[in-house]
């Protein structure tokens, strides 16, 4: 497979969608490619943002650790998904820590450049807080998903979105542990459930991590 580059990351993000030609060639021109190995600390939770995080390939966990040491995760980011955003749009430390999951490539937009670009250029901030109204729409489902449903739900929403409709497979990211964390649910809950939906028929285990739907409407009616 051909070496990403910067350019072709940036067009496969969907913050940068709406972003036009003009724009998105400034935005080229200042990012750099940076390459991470697995279970990499990109950045931990109080470090001075570095800029923006585009994901070309792999997958990067977004998680918060409490008092006790317990990490909950946040969310996790693949290729065309963003990291860092927020706290480099408004100048802010990292609210966050973020870890790679597998060994994953990303273009970086650093904080000094991207800030200049955006008190600079009015248009393109416009184009961005447009392409940002989806990943704001995920986060409100995300929301959603954890607090208003119960666990068979959360997990049957979360098949549902990660699946591929023209074949039904599924393909959970990284470990089960970090997924169902990110569900608000213990590692063993999810694996119960995930058993549960086997022996009902509605999905098939094919290998680790790898799942065909059988029963799209049941997983969709648990879902709601």
């Known amino acids: 497979m051909p070496e990403r580059n910067v350019i072709d990351i940036l067009a496969g993000c969907g913050m940068f969608s709406e972003v036009k030609e003009a724009g998105f060639q ?30 070309g ?21 693949g290729p065309g998904g963003t990291f860092a955003e927020v706290a480099a749009i408004g ?43 989806s990943w ?11 607090v208003l449903r119960d666990a068979a739900g959360r997990v049957a929403s979360h098949l549902l979105q990660t699946s591929s409709k023209e074949q039904n497979t599924i393909e959970l990211p990284g470990l089960k542990r970090h997924i169902a964390n990110h569900l608000n649910l213990t ?19 094919t290998s680790n991590n790898q799942f065909q739907i059988l029963d799209r409407e049941g997983l969709e009616r648990i879902a709601q």
């Open 26 to 55: 400034r935005l080229g021109v200042m990012s750099r490619i940076c390459k991470f190995p697995k279970s990499y600390n990109v950045f931990r939770e109080g470090d001075d943002c570095p800029g923006i995080y585009v994901v």
């Open 57 to 77: 390939e792999g997958l990067v966990r977004i998680f918060r650790e409490g008092p006790g040491g317990k990490e909950h995760v946040l969310h996790m980011v």
């Open 91 to 133: 100048g802010l430390k990292c609210p966050a820590s973020a870890q790679t999951i597998e060994p994953t490539t990303c273009a970086l937009l650093p904080i000094a450049p991207f800030r200049k670009l955006l008190e600079d250029d009015h248009e393109l901030c416009l184009c961005m807080l447009t392409g940002m109204s």
């Open 136 to 146: 704001v729409s995920d986060l409100v489902g995300l929301m959603g998903n954890v």
């Open 187 to 205: 590692s063993e809950t999810f694996s119960r459930i995930l058993r549960r939906f086997v022996q009902h028929g509605l999905i098939s285990d």
